[in-house]
C-alpha cells in the first residue's frame, strides 16, 4: 500500500484528521503570507505570532469547524435551496460571530495578555471584521454546502479560510 493510499485510509478512519491537517497548515501559512505582504523577510517574521495561528488552528478551530460542519449537516441533509439559505443564515447569524469574538479574543490570551485586554480587543475588531466577513462567508457557503460533498467541506472552507485568515492577521496587527 502506497503512502497516498495510507493517508486516503487515514483520513477515512479518522475523518476529523482532514480538519486537523488543513488547518494545522493553512492557518500559520496564511500569517506568514500576512507578514510578508506587510514587508517582513525571514529575518524579520514574527515566528512567536506564526506559532500562535498553528495552536489556534490546530487545537481550537479545527475541531470547532470539524464538528459545525458534521452538525449541520446532519441537521440540515438536503441539498436544496432553502436549506442551504438555512445554513447560511446559522452561519452568519450565529457561527461567524462566535469565531470571530473567539479569533481575536483567543489570539489576545495567546499573546498572554489579560481577559481585559481581550475584550478591548474584540470591541474594536469585532464589528468591522464581521461587517467584512459578511460579503465574503456567503458566497463561500454558498458553493460549499451546493457543490462539495461532505467529507470535503472542511477542507474547502480551510483553503477559502487561507484568504480570509491573511485578513484576519492584517485586522490583527492593526492598532485601535
Known sequence: MGVFSKIRKLFNIYPISRSVVSYTLIFPTSCLIQQTLAGKRWETYDLQ???R??????????PVVYGYVRTLSKWFPELDLK??????????????????AAFFGG???LEGRDLK???????????????????YWPIVQTVNFSYIPEKNRVPFLSLCGMAWTVFLSFVLDRKG
Do not use: H
Not at 84 to 100: C, F, G, K, V, W
Open 49 to 51: 505570532k506564526v506559532f
Open 53 to 62: 495561528f498553528w495552536i489556534y488552528g490546530t487545537f481550537f478551530l479545527s
Open 83 to 100: 436549506t442551504n439559505m438555512i445554513r447560511i443564515a446559522i452561519d452568519q447569524l450565529i457561527y461567524a460571530p462566535i469565531m470571530t
Open 107 to 109: 489570539m489576545a490570551l
Open 117 to 135: 485586554y481581550a475584550e478591548e480587543e474584540i470591541r474594536k475588531k469585532f464589528l468591522p471584521t464581521f461587517k467584512t466577513g459578511l460579503c
